[in-house]
């Protein structure tokens, strides 16, 4: 008897992995390192388990609905989306496809942790010309994940994935 819950197994995380992120739509919710897990059970139960990001980012009822339409759309309506808050997502939890998707994309990425766990206080580049000569302008960018920075070589401003 030949076994149908491997591969329907691995459908089903390739397409929980492949629903973007809202705010950030170059960035699947995998590059962005909050999807934990991925199960289908016998009974054809899907279970997908997702760390968010920014406390009340309001991103994230939006990421349950469109996990939820893809997984339909594949013929999987068995779905729980379960939300896990610890450990804390961290920017370092993000793929480095993902920053490279952000860099592309005209966002700074979040810069990654030093040695030992160190926060260190590296410049934002300008992800147009890769300035390190950039300052900030507003905490927050165009959603509360982000600040908005302008670089002063070339003038643009630029939103920058702040590092938590
Ligand atoms: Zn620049």
């Known amino acids: 008897m030949v076994t149908t819950v491997a591969p329907a197994a691995d459908e089903v995380r390739v397409v929980v992995a492949a629903v973007l992120d809202p705010e950030v739509p170059v960035l699947t919710i995998e590059d962005l390192g909050i999807l934990r897990d991925v199960t289908l059970d016998d009974a054809g139960h899907v279970e997908v388990t ?9 991103a994230m009822d939006a990421i349950t609905d469109d996990v939820m339409t893809a997984l339909a759309d594949h013929g999987f309506d068995d779905v ?10 961290t920017t370092d939890w993000m793929s480095d496809a993902g920053k490279q998707k952000l860099l592309d994309y005209g966002i700074a990425p979040p810069q990654p942790r030093g040695a030992g766990g160190v926060l260190v206080a590296l410049s934002v580049r300008c992800p147009q010309c890769g300035s390190a000569d950039t300052c900030e302008l507003s905490r927050f960018g165009s959603t509360a994940c982000k600040s908005l920075w302008v670089c002063t070589v070339c003038k643009e401003p630029f939103d920058h994935f702040k590092r938590i």
Do not use: H, K, M, Q
């Not at 997702?50 to 309001?58: L, V």
């Open 50 to 58: 997702i760390t968010p990001t920014y406390s009340g980012c309001p």
């Open 80 to 89: 729980g989306v379960r939300l896990v808050l610890a450990p804390a997502w």
